[in-house]
């Protein structure tokens, strides 16, 4: 069993523990996000399902399954591009925690890393101390990979 294979077994035991159902069409997309090296906006994801499987999908439709993998934990979405990526934890058995994640400004990869709890807790303290209330601790590093640096 190939690590795609293993990630849709794992994303398909994760939705019935939740009582969420993953569809064909849902693993479709998750299987182009596993497949792709670089995150894809849902636009690129509606191209993929047209020219791999014939399904003209809506934005909306595509927005709707990327939004239930994202609310699975099977799929992040980078903000700042909005584009998704499959998350690299997937078959992982240890609890998720905040991504950040290393976007290369050059050829567009991107590497999913974990942050430590306890720098997390300094940033959302500071952000507190400066008046603000943190929504989101995710972070989208915007760097150059080895390759083209």
């Known amino acids: 069993m190939n690590n795609i294979e293993r990630s849709l077994e794992q994303a398909e035991i994760s939705c019935r523990a939740t009582g969420a159902r993953l569809t064909e069409k849902r693993k479709r ?24 499987f014939g399904e003209s999908l809506s934005p909306t439709t595509v927005y709707c399954m990327l939004d239930f993998l994202a609310s699975e934990n099977l799929v992040h979405k980078l903000r700042l591009a909005n584009k998704y990526l499959a998350c690299s934890h997937i078959n992982c058995d240890h609890t998720h925690e905040v991504p950040q994640f290393l976007i290369c400004d050059k ?23 400066a008046g603000y209330i943190l929504k989101s601790p995710q972070l989208e590093l915007h760097c150059l990979c080895q390759d083209c640096a």
Not at 112 to 121: G, S
């Open 107 to 129: 050829c567009s990869s991107v590497k999913e890393m974990r942050v430590k709890t306890a720098l997390i807790n300094t940033l959302s303290r500071n952000v507190e101390d």
């Open 29 to 52: 997309i998750l299987i182009s996000l596993l497949k792709s090296e670089k995150a894809q906006s849902a636009y690129e994801l509606i191209g993929y399902m047209q020219k791999e």
